[in-house]
């Protein structure tokens, strides 16, 4: 189960990156794992606001769908276009090519609270089982 | 009280291969190993090997054997030759379907009937009140007998055109030669076994019915036999995802999904099962045969998404002006077609176009003719 160290992690198995003010987003190599061939992702518009902690998205799997959730506040910027005809991109490199979709983080916004380190974020995929 | 989970015989095998299992009538399964997609090309394209231990295995044996599973299920049982296999389905006195199942003739006084793993209590207890005694004498050998022998029977299949010549390597039957819902005792892998050709994939294949303890031998010479040719594409293993999506490909119904205790075979499209030609009472027939004569008020439609959002059970099916007419049964993207399917229970006077409201969304779906899949054509 890969949890890359130069990443942080949410409760709902998703990856931040953040650089400059920008928040990149995806779900993770165990979100993968338990979803199964991932057909379909329904991502924020560009341009759309999107709060911490809220459902902005889904992603549709052979067998289920998931809520995708934001995990910062700010207006998303770019999202991954590719995942359109190749949702299995998320399967394939949920860390890279799977990559979802771009957040600008709103003024003053500390990001980082609630967030996951690598660490922790390995442990909660371990004890969920 | 705790419930107890059962593994499989093949327990050890789905966790050296990596499966990540789930819990399916009380029986812990290997969902998918790796990518349900390649499991379910593999199918179609060359073979693969599946677990079906889970599934219920029931005896009814002696000379009024057939008889009585004549009067006990809407088929006819003792019409079949011995080797000879038939899909059929057990009902309640009103017509509702408790199980499908499919029926073996082993010999002159031996059925063997095969039902899914959430019903397997259910049918034995029909079977037990419906079959048993045949009015003979208690240890008489004219008595009919129900025995349940799920415990000791093992089940592993080959599905996929490439099967029958993996499965001819380890075995001494003639299995080239088997015609479809056939099946024989032989050996596999040097172990006894009821080898038939039936299966829930759309697919030519082999059932291997075996003792507990011969299904990780028979499903390792299998392996080791697509692993020595080589020109061959391995036999992978595949799990109850792909189970399902290709039997939804092959327009099979799902026990729980498209049958149940309020449908009858009739709605399903599927009255060919209730032989009201055969001599006699059966449980369920004035029910039935009223049903047939007034014709179901409910029928089973192929449903094709036009989007990648995929209609699934419990989904409602729309008409062009809005109003409920039907319910999603089954859906799934489908790998072959490349398209979500799904099917649909819809009033029977209902016209398309068709919309299914997906979470809140409708999105178009065009009807379509069931199977969604055949591979004859």
Same mark, same amino acid.
């Given at each position: 189960?890969?949890?890359?160290?130069?990443?942080?992690?949410?409760?709902?198995?998703?990856?931040?990156?953040?650089?400059?003010?920008?928040?990149?987003?995806?779900?993770?190599?165990?979100?993968?794992?338990?979803?199964?061939?991932?057909?379909?992702?329904?991502?924020?518009?560009?341009?759309?606001?999107?709060?911490?902690?809220?459902?902005?998205?889904?992603?549709?799997?052979?067998?289920?769908?998931?809520?995708?959730?934001?995990?910062?506040?700010?207006?998303?910027?770019?999202?991954?276009?590719?995942?359109?005809?190749?949702?299995?991109?998320?399967?394939?490199?949920?860390? #890279?090519? #799977?990559?979802?979709?771009?957040?600008?983080?709103?003024?003053?916004?500390?990001?980082?609270?609630?967030?996951?380190?690598?660490?922790?974020?390995?442990?909660?995929?371990?004890?969920?089982? | 009280?705790?419930?107890?989970?059962?593994?499989?015989?093949?327990?050890?095998?789905?966790?050296?291969?990596?499966?990540?299992?789930?819990?399916?009538?009380?029986?812990?399964?290997?969902?998918?190993?790796?990518?349900?997609?390649?499991?379910?090309?593999?199918?179609?394209?060359?073979?693969?090997?599946?677990?079906?231990?889970?599934?219920?295995?029931?005896?009814?044996?002696?000379?009024?054997?057939?008889?009585?599973?004549?009067?006990?299920?809407?088929?006819?049982?003792?019409?079949?030759?011995?080797?000879?296999?038939?899909?059929?389905?057990?009902?309640?006195?009103?017509?509702?379907?408790?199980?499908?199942?499919?029926?073996?003739?082993?010999?002159?006084?031996?059925?063997?009937?095969?039902?899914?793993?959430?019903?397997?209590?259910?049918?034995?207890?029909?079977?037990?009140?419906?079959?048993?005694?045949?009015?003979?004498?208690?240890?008489?050998?004219?008595?009919?007998?129900?025995?349940?022998?799920?415990?000791?029977?093992?089940?592993?299949?080959?599905?996929?055109?490439?099967?029958?010549?993996?499965? @001819?390597?380890?075995?001494?039957?003639?299995?080239?030669?088997?015609?479809?819902?056939?099946?024989?005792?032989?050996?596999?892998?040097?172990?006894?076994?009821?080898?038939?050709?039936?299966?829930?994939?759309?697919?030519?294949?082999?059932?291997?019915?075996?003792?507990? @303890?011969?299904?990780?031998?028979?499903?390792?010479?299998?392996?080791?036999?697509?692993?020595?040719?080589?020109?061959?594409?391995?036999?992978?293993?595949?799990?109850?995802? @792909?189970?399902?999506?290709?039997?939804?490909?092959?327009?099979?119904?799902?026990?729980?999904?498209?049958?149940?205790?309020?449908?009858?075979?009739?709605?399903?499209?599927?009255?060919?099962?209730?032989?009201?030609?055969?001599?006699?009472?059966?449980?369920?027939?004035?029910?039935?045969?009223?049903?047939?004569?007034?014709?179901?008020?409910?029928?089973?439609?192929?449903?094709?998404?036009?989007?990648?959002?995929?209609?699934?059970?419990?989904?409602?099916?729309?008409?062009? @002006?809005?109003?409920?007419?039907?319910?999603?049964?089954?859906?799934?993207?489908?790998?072959?077609?490349?398209?979500?399917?799904?099917?649909?229970?819809?009033?029977?006077?209902?016209?398309?176009?068709?919309?299914?409201?997906?979470?809140?969304?409708?999105?178009?779906?065009?009807?379509?003719?069931?199977?969604?899949?055949?591979?004859?054509?």
């Amino acid at each position: 189960m890969s949890v890359p160290a130069e990443l942080r992690y949410t409760q709902e198995h998703e990856w931040i990156a953040i650089e400059g003010g920008t928040a990149t987003i995806g779900i993770t190599d165990y979100a993968t794992q338990a979803l199964g061939d991932v057909v379909y992702v329904s991502l924020p518009e560009v341009g759309a606001a999107v709060t911490a902690g809220e459902p902005c998205g889904e992603v549709e799997s052979t067998k289920s769908v998931s809520d995708l959730y934001s995990p910062v506040d700010g207006e998303v910027v770019e999202v991954n276009e590719e995942l359109d005809d190749d949702p299995g991109l998320i399967n394939a490199e949920p860390y #890279g090519l #799977g990559w979802m979709f771009r957040v600008r983080v709103a003024d003053g916004q500390t990001v980082g609270a609630g967030l996951l380190s690598p660490t922790e974020y390995d442990a909660l995929t371990k004890s969920a089982g | 009280m705790t419930s107890t989970v059962r593994d499989t015989p093949l327990r050890m095998v789905h966790e050296r291969l990596g499966a990540t299992m789930t819990e399916f009538a009380g029986w812990r399964m290997p969902l998918r190993y790796g990518s349900e997609t390649a499991e379910h090309n593999a199918v179609r394209t060359n073979a693969a090997l599946f677990d079906l231990s889970h599934m219920g295995e029931i005896a009814v044996t002696g000379p009024g054997a057939g008889a009585a599973l004549d009067y006990a299920v809407c088929g006819w049982p003792s019409q079949l030759s011995v080797g000879r296999a038939r899909y059929t389905m057990l009902c309640a006195p009103d017509g509702g379907i408790l199980d499908d199942l499919i029926i073996y003739r082993q010999a002159a006084d031996r059925f063997l009937v095969v039902a899914n793993a959430a019903n397997t209590s259910v049918v034995l207890g029909e079977l037990r009140d419906r079959c048993s005694g045949g009015g003979a004498a208690e240890g008489s050998s004219l008595e009919t007998v129900v025995t349940d022998e799920s415990a000791v029977t093992g089940l592993v299949s080959i599905q996929g055109p490439n099967g029958c010549g993996l499965l @001819a390597t380890v075995t001494d039957l003639p299995v080239a030669a088997m015609p479809y819902y056939a099946g024989a005792y032989g050996a596999v892998a040097g172990r006894a076994a009821w080898v038939a050709r039936t299966g829930y994939t759309g697919e030519d294949g082999f059932e291997i019915f075996c003792a507990p @303890a011969d299904c990780e031998p028979i499903w390792d010479a299998l392996t080791a036999a697509a692993a020595s040719d080589p020109d061959g594409r391995g036999l992978p293993a595949a799990g109850l995802a @792909a189970r399902d999506t290709l039997r939804l490909e092959a327009g099979m119904p799902l026990y729980g999904n498209e049958l149940g205790p309020d449908v009858t075979p009739y709605e399903a499209g599927l009255g060919r099962v209730v032989r009201l030609d055969k001599p006699g009472d059966f449980v369920g027939r004035s029910a039935l045969a009223q049903r047939a004569a007034e014709g179901p008020r409910r029928t089973l439609i192929g449903l094709l998404g036009q989007s990648r959002r995929v209609p699934r059970h419990g989904y409602p099916v729309l008409s062009a @002006a809005g109003d409920r007419v039907g319910v999603v049964t089954s859906g799934a993207p489908s790998p072959t077609l490349g398209k979500p399917i799904a099917m649909a229970y819809v009033e029977v006077d209902a016209g398309g176009p068709f919309g299914i409201d997906v979470r809140g969304k409708t999105e178009p779906a065009e009807v379509t003719g069931l199977p969604f899949y055949d591979r004859r054509k």
